[in-house]
Every structure is written in C-alpha cells, then in structure tokens.
C-alpha cells in the first residue's frame, strides 16, 4: 500500500516539475483547533499518515474565526492545491459558493453534502455509532440515569444525541438520559470549563456514564466525570487514553480515514457522495488497554450484536436529519 | 426547584464567581488609583498559560501560580510602564495587552508543547485540588445545614477561599488604612496628594501591581482549579464582564463581591437551565441570560439604577507641570 503510493506520489511529483501549479493536497481545520483531541485531530492525523505514506507534503490552514471560511477555502484553490478537504459541517455554505469558481480543483467536504460536480461530501453514520455507545453506557450504567453533552446545538450533534438515546432506551427501558447542549456558537467546541460545570450537574442530578459530542469541550467534560468517579464517552478520535480507567469507550468517527482516502485519490478523485459507518471501518467503538477492565465481557458480546445486527439491518437507527426530530426524546 | 438543586446551582456560582471577583477587585484596585485597566482580560490570559504551562512541567500547581503571577505582574508593569511613565493611553494600552496575551500565549504554548497552544492536560499535585473541611462527610447528613456546609461552602479549590477572604481584606484595606486613603486620593485628586509630598508615581504602580496580582490569581485559577490545563482564550471575555461588575459595583468591595455573584449565578443558570420558561413570557432563550450581565451593565451606566460614578482622575496620566 505505502509503497505504491510513494510510486504515484513519485509520478505526480515528476509530471509537475516543469509547470506552475503544485498539486498538493490541503486541508483546512475548524474552528476548535488542529489539536481538539477530537473531530479536526483525527482529520489531522490523517492527513499526517498520508504525508509519511505519499511522501508528499500539504497544506493546511487554521480558521481563527467564521469569517475566514470562504476567503481560506479561496486562496488554497487559487494557489493551486487540490484536492482540498475540509473537515466540518460549517463549511458548507462556503464552499457552495466557491466550488463553482474552481471547476478544476476537487473539494473534499466531511459531515455535510454539497452538491456541486467538484465535491466529495463524506457523511458518517454517527447515528449508529451513538447507538451502540449507548447499549455500552446503559450496561455500565448503576444509577440508571445517563447523559449527554452536545457541543453546538445543530442538526448533526442532535443525531448523535438520538443515536444515543436510542442505544440506551433499547437496552434499558427504564432508563433516563439528560442532555444538554453547550451553546449555539461556534465557541461551544472549544470551551472545557463550560464542559466540565455541564458534566458536574449531570453527575449531580444522577448519571454515571457522560457521553459527549463536543469536540474540545469534551475533554472538560471526560475530566470532569474522572474527577467526579463515573464514566465518560469519547468521540470522533479514540480519547480512552485521555482520563484512562474513568472513559468507558469512544464513538471513533475515523474523519481521518476520510481525509486519508481524499489525499491518496489526488486530483482524480471521484465526487459524489460518500456515507461511512461499521460497514467499511468508518466508524466505530473503541476497545483498547485503557477501558478493558471497564467493559465487561457481556457488555462486549451485547455492543458486537448491535453492531452486526445494525449492519444486517436488524436494528434501524434512527436518523435526526431525515425528519428533523427524534422520537426518543 | 428542590432543595439540592438549588444547592447544586449555588456551588457553581461560587465556582464561576470566582475567576470575576479576583480580577474585578484587581479592576478596583488600579481604578481607584485612576488607572484605568481594560487589560485584565490579557492579565489573566497570560497567568493562566504559564501556570498551566509551569504546573504541566514541574508538576507543582503552587509553582504553576508563581509563574502564572509573575506573568501577570510583568503585563501589569508594563502597563504601568506605558501608562503612568510615559503618560500614553490608558485603554490603549490595555488593548494592547489583550491581544499581546492573546497571541503569545498561542505562540509559545505551540512552540512549547506542539498542541496548538493548548497544555497538556494536568492531573494530581499539577492541580488545585478541593479542598474538604473537617467532618464534612459527617455533617452533610444533618437536615438543610448539612448540605450547605458539606456541598456548598466545603469542597471547592483554594483560590476560591482566597477570593472571598480577599473582599473584606481589600475594604480594610481601601478604608481602613493609610495607604487606602492615599490610593484613594490619587484616584481622585492626585495633585493634593502631590502636594502632600507623595509620590503619584509610586503609589500608582503598586496599585498597578497589586492588580497583576490579583489577576495572577485569577487567571491561574482558571487554569490550575476550575480546568485542568490551558487552551486558547480560554479567558473567554471574563476580564470584561469583571470590569462590567466593577461598574455595576459602583468601584465598592462589597458591592463587587454582590455584583460577581450576581453573575456567577447567572452564568450557571445559563449552565444548567438551558432554556425558561418564564409563565405569561413563554420561553427565555440561554443567550438572553449570557448577555443579562451586559445589559444590566448598560442599565446602571444609563442611569436607572442609580448612579456609577467612576474615580475623577481615572483615566488621566498625571504630570506635575501644568499645561
């Protein structure tokens, strides 16, 4: 694989030497930072894999503010990059605007469709991530109640939150599941305290497992359940590491892998788009040295279930963005 | 509402207050002298990053707070520097403080720790740790009592304790004695004081520092107590809802104290109660309560609730010769 990459990487390099344009590959981060632990993390890693497996080299930009958007996505395209990627959902509008200007220059768009003939939208069934994140949370769960911190308040983390609650409810009808979201501005992704004061009146209002799908405010949230004794849920990357022994699992979401796929394809790669769940390893949950006392062998044998019935289509997950509204509360 | 809830919900208050009232009673401190400080926002930026930072790699949260206030007073010199020195802009100098905080401290937290200017995450001594009173856990089963002393007054990290104790100290301080009454003078008319054979320079700058102090606290609490570890701005405007407080604390330690708490409890009814519904209104949504501090801020300034009548000389570089 590393090798027949080096091998294109070597031809592309060789068959632009003598024009203008450099065809390197870009990727643009969001708000919330290269290093969130989390979402724009793992689309930074991929990247990283990319570039010791190519060979290559890339560009990256790092929004500072939502005005930024249109003007980054702008001036990688006129510099030539391509394809660029850009990982999250607030790009989308943008991009619909510029894509049309660069008919020759493919986009990579990650948790949102555009459809423009130069895009790739990438969307992740984390529906069904949530879901068997919630079998795990319900097992592990002794008070019955549950929770769920959302970052900002949009479509996509409402579908986490469904997923969840669905999880959760199939597994243990009884149960309870607070949720709440952090903000409604893009500041919410980034905003730990905030996270941690959430996740402290949940765990005073009865939940010992947390769930988060808050990008860096999550790692106020896990830190906040370690210190409180009860257990967090990661997302996006695997953050088991983060708070190990007190991080039940972590909905891995590999944004990575996407970005990974879209370097590697170059400027051919197709448009279209591209919805990844456990199917094709595009998502999945997270078992390593840091949570193996904490998930049992049960609790393992039940989540292995969901996911293998999920994939049959035994289990429907519902999805938040087909109706705009989630039956389980 | 039950009872825990709201015990629950003043414990927070406390919490968020905290990082207000250190850097407001800092604000008053360099006001009443009549310097102003927008910086204090930048102040605590910057102390939270190098305690974050020195905790991370000494694993000391106390050696983390030196670093962090040494930070902060360096800024707040500087402060001084521009604006009591060589008589410049007040605000501007402020300002520019915020965004020097702002921007360096991404700098070299990238440069340092190659995590995109935040720090890596601090656990054990690298923290401040709540701090449980005696018998807490026994008392807490006594009937109202109980819960107040074992939730809401025991179990909170230091800096906490050390902010509340620090209002009375800064009224004894301010009124009580001597080098109050002469802050308070230069504040107000610094030519007397001057004529009273005193510095207006010197008493300037401590005042000055005294407020890089405080914000030295504040920003490593931000850091080292409530989060563990630093990240970008993680300040998020609260140097100027502290100033909003000052105003709305008509420049009093008290008051401040009131005003802090005020929107302390505020921010964690925004936390907690994401949207309320008020009967008759129907539902208020969680960005009227983030901006309520501001608009009562706007309310006092207009007059309505009584008048904020801020130090006369503040805001005016002193010199001696006349013009």
């Known amino acids: 694989m590393g090798k027949i990459h080096s091998v294109l990487a070597g031809v592309a390099a060789l068959s632009l030497a003598g024009g203008p344009a450099m065809s390197e590959p870009a990727i643009i981060y969001d708000i919330g930072g290269k290093f969130d632990k989390s979402f724009n993390e793992s689309a930074y890693n991929g990247a990283e894999t990319w570039k010791e497996q190519a060979n290559g080299d890339y560009r990256e930009i790092e929004l500072q503010s939502e005005a930024q958007r249109e003007q980054a996505i702008r001036r990688l395209a006129e510099a030539g990059n391509n394809p660029i990627a850009m990982p999250g959902f607030s790009f989308g509008t943008p991009l619909n605007t510029v894509a049309p200007e660069f008919p020759d220059t493919k986009f990579v768009i990650i948790d949102m469709v555009v459809d423009q003939p130069n895009v790739r939208s990438v969307l992740f069934k984390e529906h069904e991530g949530s879901y068997v994140v919630g079998v795990l949370a319900a097992m592990a769960s002794d008070s019955g109640t549950v929770g769920f911190v959302g970052g900002m308040d949009i479509p996509l983390i409402r579908k986490f939150s469904c997923g969840y609650v669905q999880g959760v409810m199939e597994t243990n009808p009884d149960a309870r599941v607070i949720q709440n979201m952090t903000g409604t501005t893009g500041a919410a992704w980034n905003d730990p305290v905030k996270g941690a004061e959430l996740a402290r009146a949940q765990v005073a209002e009865g939940a010992d497992v947390i769930y988060h799908a808050a990008g860096g405010t999550g790692v106020g949230v896990l830190q906040a359940a370690a210190d409180a004794g009860v257990l967090g849920i990661g997302v996006d990357a695997n953050q088991n590491y983060l708070q190990p022994g007190s991080v039940l699992t972590s909905m891995v979401k590999r944004v990575g892998s996407a970005v990974l796929s879209a370097f590697s394809d170059g400027p051919e790669l197709e448009t279209g788009i591209v919805e990844m769940g456990f199917a094709d390893g595009g998502i999945s949950y997270a078992l390593d040295e840091h949570n193996a006392p904490l998930v049992t062998d049960e609790m393992k044998a039940a989540a292995d279930s969901a996911v293998e019935k999920i994939m049959a289509g035994e289990i429907m997950v519902h999805n938040y963005l087909t109706s705009d509204s989630c039956p389980y509360g | ?323």
């Not at chain 2, 320079?201 to 630093?230: N, V």
Request: with cysteine; net charge neutral; glycine share 10%.
């Open chain 2, 1 to 323: 509402m039950d009872f825990a809830t709201v015990i629950q919900l003043l414990d927070s208050t406390l919490r968020l207050s905290t990082p207000l009232l250190l850097a407001c009673l800092a604000g008053l401190y360099s006001e009443r002298a009549g310097i102003f400080d927008i910086g204090l926002e930048g102040k605590m930026l910057a102390s939270a990053f190098f305690s974050a930072a020195v905790a991370a790699a000494t694993g000391s949260a106390l050696i983390g707070l030196a670093a962090g206030t040494a930070a902060s007073l360096a800024l707040a010199a500087l402060h001084g520097l521009a604006s009591i020195t060589f008589r410049g802009n007040q605000l501007i100098s402020g300002v520019a403080i915020n965004f020097l905080a702002s921007g360096l401290t991404a700098l070299i937290g990238q440069n340092w720790f190659k995590l995109g200017g935040r720090t890596p995450a601090l656990s054990g001594d690298a923290r401040f740790l709540p701090i449980d009173f005696y018998f807490s856990d026994t008392l807490s089963t006594i009937p109202v009592l109980g819960p107040i002393y074992s939730e809401l007054l025991s179990g909170h990290t230091l800096m906490v304790y050390v902010a509340i104790a620090a209002v009375p100290a800064t009224w004894w301080v301010l009124f009580r004695t001597r080098f109050g009454l002469q802050l308070r003078a230069v504040g107000e008319n610094p030519e007397a004081v001057d004529t009273a054979g005193l510095s207006v320079t010197a008493l300037r700058y401590q005042a000055s520092l005294i407020c890089g102090l405080l914000c030295g606290l504040a920003g490593a609490y931000l850091a080292t107590g409530m989060a563990a570890g630093f990240i970008r701005d993680m300040t998020a405007g609260k140097g100027y809802i502290a100033l909003a407080a000052l105003i709305f604390a008509k420049w009093r330690p008290g008051y401040a104290l009131l005003a802090c708490l005020l929107f302390g409890l505020l921010e964690a009814v925004a936390i907690r109660f994401q949207n309320i519904d008020v009967a008759g209104v129907g539902t208020v949504p969680v960005q009227f309560m983030q901006a309520l501090p501001y608009i009562l801020t706007v309310v006092i300034l207009a007059g309505f609730i009584g008048k904020a009548i801020p130090p006369r000389a503040g805001g005016e570089p002193y010199s001696k010769e006349r013009a």
